[in-house]
């Protein structure tokens, strides 16, 4: 009993550090999940003999390599996209006016309608182009100088981190498992393998599947004319690990970003093609051949956790949400293993 009842004050004081300090760790998460999917990847280059901290060191370089080369190639062409966004507002708002308004008037005659000046007054006035917008930005980040130097202190926090917790990865989990109580240790370690599996394969299998749903959404779009063919489609990739969303959102903000700039409801069919395309390959190739059918987090499961994290702890709970959810289904599905083989659930 003595033993429970810690285990039930570790848990509470975990969940208390969570709330009360959600705001200081996201590089920890964030350095954390890094390691963790990294991980693997070091125990393939140990077993080509190379040491553990070679190994560590390869994959930090080639990680940093990545995400320059990404920064470098995406963020001038994703700030003219801003920028052309910035400046379609004023557009958006008034296709929506004419669009929308007919029907409000019609079915909901006391409703005033949409009203776009208002919009495009504060745009002409604030964000006249995303450079603008980037400079506000900056200006109030550098404004405070609290605030600019927890901002640096956060980026460089998440590679130094992420490199210390995947050199001592294995040591780490091995003295966590050397301090269980003997008597559950086989009991608690089958449910963390279980969990491992069920958890890394749903976060590399989609990680996977968000970027080639990303390039498949980019490509298409832009092959069908769509000037924010990058911002759509990447953010539609982004999001795809949320059953659904990904591509309702991006189908909804593409039709109506192709409607405002051309003008033509046919050209809307390119659109619904890209994202049928995209849907077809997630769900006859990308899913099976990634992701398969062992993974046992329902997408019901998945958006429930998704947004009670977001709701809970903000941005950290998002990230948290899913190994959260993997964790308890695995809970929940030896929990009803154990009640299936209990006595009281066998007597007739």
Sequence with gaps: MRGRTLALIGLAALVAAIVLLHSMLLPFVLGAGLAYVCDPIVDRLQRLRLSRTVGVIIVFVVLILVFVLLTFLLLPVLQAQFDTLIRSLPRYADWIQRTFNPLIHKFAPRVGGINADSLRQLISNNWGSASGLASAVAKKAFSS????????????????????????????????????????????????????????????????????????????????????????????????????????????????????????????MWVFVVFGIGQVMEQMVLTPLLLGEAIGLHPVWVIFAVLAGGTLFGFIGVLLALPAAATIAVVVRYGGKRWRASRIYLEH
């Design 145 to 268: 100088s609290t605030a600019l130097f927890a901002m640096v202190v956060n980026l460089l926090l998440v590679p130094v981190i992420m490199f210390y917790l995947l050199r001592d990865w294995d040591h780490m989990t091995a003295f966590i498992r050397s301090q269980l109580p003997r008597r559950y240790v086989e009991t608690i370690t089958e449910l963390a393998r279980e969990t491992d599996d069920v958890l890394g394969h749903f976060i590399r299998g989609q990680a996977l599947v968000m970027v080639v749903l990303g390039s498949i959404y980019i490509a298409g779009l832009w092959l069908a004319g769509l000037d924010l063919a990058l911002v759509i489609g990447l953010g539609a990739g982004l999001i795809s690990f949320v059953p659904y969303v990904g591509v309702i959102s991006g189908l909804t903000m593409a039709t109506v970003a192709m409607l405002v700039q051309t003008g033509d409801p046919l050209q809307v």
